[in-house]
């Protein structure tokens, strides 16, 4: 049977508390749709730990820029409820627009400062702002939980992380593995954007980011040869343009004078016109742990 769809915040709100009161755990997944197998991980890491399992598909006007694909990003509901079901969810909210903004543009917004501000923040700077206000409004909605988020988007699973702790809102924050491609492109909405030389070249992100971690376990220190590695690779590939790369301590987003024991490799680059983003967490052997 297709799993059910709720289409307003009343019904799923009273939906979910029925629920918690005879005791079960939930686990939320929320999405903007056009779902690929990435989602599906989340969903199964969700059906896995929890009792009942719901995903939303809402594509966020808050999180787009005027300039931004807002009005062209993929959509497929039909295809996205096959999945959802295939996947173990439970039941799907998606609402309108109008049922999530009824009054138009909001006056109220959540900032996480700090973590907002560098990478890309810096290339979409009012992007996270409307990232942490859907998703705090969405955890508000769906009440306490378990919800879960990849790791593609790392630094907006740190900001959810960190807005969470922040404001004692009851949701435990679970990060996700990337799911990729043979290739090694991570799966993104996006790459339906890509032409087949685009998707061939769109392999470079990952390139470099093996090419930044093979650095620091060879045991590289100083963040600038590590990341100038990384857009070399990247400026070799002619249908790429670099937009950042970045060595970062995992917990503060920020670039250190010396690289720690492990590491967050952040890249942002543009194929074509489609712009991808991607990371991996690199650490460095302890050579003194034996002596």
Known sequence: MTVPVVCTIDEIGSRLDADRRAGLQVGFV?????????????????????????ASIFVN?????????????????????ALAEANGVDVLFIPSGEEMYPDGPVLT????AE???????????THFTGVA?????????????????????????TIIERMVHDLSIPVEVVGCPIIREPDGLAMSSRNIYLSPDERTAAAVLRRALDAGTAAIEAGERNPTPVTGTMAAVVGAEPLARLDY??????????????????????ITAYVGSTRLIDNCTATIADKNRDA
């Open 109 to 112: 917004s959540v900032s996480v």
């Open 61 to 81: 006007p808050l999180q787009f820029a005027p300039d931004e694909d807002l009005d062209s990003y993929p959509r497929d509901l039909d295809r996205d409820i």
């Open 115 to 125: 973590l907002s501000s560098r990478w890309e923040g810096e290339s979409r700077p």
């Open 245 to 266: 790369v970045a060595a970062v301590d995992p917990s503060t987003l920020e670039t250190p004078n010396i690289l720690g024991p492990r590491t967050q490799l952040l």
């Open 30 to 54: 929320p999405t903007m749709g056009y779902l690929h197998d990435g989602h599906g991980s989340l969903m199964r890491a969700a059906r896995a730990g929890n009792d009942v399992v719901v």
């Open 133 to 157: 206000t859907v998703v705090a409004k969405l955890f508000n909605i769906i009440g306490p939980c378990r919800a879960y988020f990849g790791r593609k988007d790392f630094q907006q699973l």
